[in-house]
């Protein structure tokens, strides 16, 4: 059965070389995201944070939250204390002395990113931001735990954490995140869910400055789709539309320090979602 999604895969795009080798890199990228991990500081001793993080390290959100996921000190300067959590109308004040580390997007393989148009998807780019949030969508419980993070005077610190339901509006059809959650656990509700053939991106890898496009069958999308978060979702908020009514939904999928990314493109015709296409351009 493999042997024929990779021959239909040489068809598809021409040289049979360029395919194989697609192929290996793109399982390769794969089975990275499964050995990969990041060592977290664990030392108690006395935290400097001029001798062990980068000045630049506020330059950019994205810059700022891998040392604050991946270092326990970093993280724990990095907080306001006392910490307020809200849950509900309730909200409780947590002490530096109370505050365990929080391993955040460290405990999964991948996270993802949610936006409404391709354009604000160079939001993340943004140095000028001052205000990010961070999020845990858990699908099952309909709950979402949202981290607030402000930058005032260049230094970006976590300033409150939110727990909240989630409302899933159902006007116009099914809502994304119920239709994500059923697509992201059931293989043959992900199969009706495919607009065959299905728009593939990747890039060359004979050439690294240039682009392959071409198509997948639901065979090829299985062989080389990327990890799905199962049970729940991350998202991070750095201004960008983000419409009840939206047709359209592109989930940027990442990983920790090894360069994965790769992007899905969905949209809802009809009243239902369906995945448009898949774009992998990571590293």
């Known amino acids: 059965m ?25 399982t390769e990228e794969i089975d990275s995201l499964k050995a990969s991990s990041v060592v977290v500081e664990e030392t108690d001793s006395v935290f400097t944070e001029e001798e062990t993080i980068p000045v630049s390290v506020d330059e950019s959100f994205a810059d700022f939250f891998y040392n604050f996921v991946s270092d326990k000190r970093f993280q724990r300067s ?41 354009e604000d998807m160079e939001m993340e780019k943004d140095t000028s931001c001052h205000s990010v949030q961070v999020d845990w969508i858990y699908l099952k419980e309909n ?20 727990l909240e339901k989630v409302e899933r509006p159902q006007e116009n059809g099914e809502g994304f995140l119920s239709f994500y959650e059923h697509f992201s656990q059931d293989s043959v509700f992900q199969r009706e869910r495919l607009f065959l053939p299905l728009s593939f991106v990747t890039v060359d890898p004979e050439d690294d400055f240039q682009i392959l496009e071409t198509t997948l069958d639901e065979g090829q999308w299985f062989a080389f789709r990327p990890p799905l978060l199962q049970g729940k979702l991350t998202n991070v908020h750095y201004g960008q539309t983000e419409a009840a009514d939206s047709k359209r939904k592109i989930m940027e999928i990442k990983g920790f320090g090894n360069g994965f990314n790769c992007v899905l493109y969905f949209e809802r015709r009809n009243g239902i979602w369906r995945l448009m296409k898949f ?3 990571g590293d």
């Open 78 to 118: 990095r907080t306001i204390f006392p910490l307020s959590f809200y849950k509900g109308e309730n909200v409780s004040r947590i002490s530096r002395e109370e505050w365990q580390y929080d391993s955040l997007f460290l405990s999964v393989p991948v996270y993802t990113l949610l936006f409404d148009s391709a």
């Open 2 to 26: 493999l042997g024929s999604f990779l021959t239909l895969l040489l068809l598809s795009c021409g040289g049979e070389g360029k395919k194989t080798k697609l192929f290996e890199k793109m």
């Open 143 to 162: 709950l979402c735990k949202r981290y607030y993070f402000e930058r005032k005077k260049n230094v970006w610190h976590l300033e409150a954490i939110n």
């Open 279 to 281: 774009e992998d351009l």
